[in-house]
T-cell receptor, first 113, second 117 residues
Framework: KNQVEQSPQSLIILEGKNCTLQCNYTVSPFSNLRWYKQDTGRGPVSLTIMTFSENTKSNGRYTATLDADTKQSSLHITASQLSDSASYICVVSAGGGSYIPTFGRGTSLIVHP | GAVVSQHPSWVICKSGTSVKIECRSL??????MFWYRQFPKQSLMLMAT?????????EQGVEKDKFLINHASLTLSTLTVTSAHPEDSSFYICSARDFGELFSPLHFGNGTRLTVT
């Protein structure tokens, strides 16, 4: 069964600090992995996409990594801002033409001033 | 970029009535759309996959007769919550993927907050 596990479930950090969110998956065959940011009461928005051959990808203060061998991904947030407070969801899409996505439960991040 | 419009953004209805939620892809065609339900401080839960021109595929535990899905065109899917009850109160979100774009992300609507009184 395809599964995506995220940790931690929730995280509280001070503004300006860095943090790293984890995502482990068992989706097979693997197509791609995306990190989404969901602000409260809004739909999720894609931050980064990682395909099989990619190890690291950055989008501003967000850096995602992928280890396809261990089936792990991380999202690193640098110099956090209050606006980073949101839920971060890891979504892994299966290959084979279906691209059916499997969602993680998300990590709730709260950035305090 | 690709945009998915969801309407209404919030609705309050009385118990026993039905509510229709629309999900439109504005600048791309979506043969497949997804409907989710989200309770406070919880992750998205996939309810069903909406397929243009055919029946929706429901996840285990989701009542297809209660949550009616219609995907009559390549840009519109609707979710109708029939005979709503207070326990149906939730945040409903749709998403669509532009299959014309390789590795297209899921484009999400901004959700519909349903409150059943």
């Amino acid at each position: 069964k395809n599964q995506v596990e995220q940790s931690p479930q929730s995280l509280i950090i001070l503004e300006g600090k860095n943090c790293t969110l984890q995502c482990n998956y068992t989706v097979s065959p693997f197509s791609n992995l995306r990190w989404y940011k969901q602000d409260t009461g809004r739909g999720p928005v894609s931050l980064t996409i990682m395909t099989f051959s990619e190890n690291t990808k950055s989008n501003g203060r967000y850096t995602a990594t992928l280890d396809a061998d261990t089936k792990q991904s991380s999202l690193h947030i640098t110099a956090s801002q209050l606006s980073d407070s949101a839920s971060y969801i890891c979504v892994v899409s299966a290959g084979g033409g279906s691209y059916i996505p499997t969602f993680g439960r998300g990590t709730s991040l709260i950035v305090h001033p | 970029g690709a945009v998915v419009s969801q309407h209404p953004s919030w609705v309050i209805c009385k118990s026993g009535t039905s509510v229709k939620i629309e999900c439109r892809s504005l600048d791309f065609q979506a043969t497949t759309m997804f409907w989710y339900r989200q309770f406070p401080k919880q992750s998205l839960m996939l309810m069903a996959t909406s397929n243009e021109g055919s029946k929706a595929t429901y996840e285990q535990g989701v009542e297809k007769d209660k949550f009616l899905i219609n995907h009559a065109s390549l840009t519109l899917s609707t979710l109708t919550v029939t005979s709503a009850h207070p326990e149906d109160s939730s945040f409903y979100i749709c998403s669509a993927r532009d299959f014309g774009e390789l590795f297209s992300p899921l484009h999400f609507g901004n959700g519909t907050r349903l409150t059943v009184t």
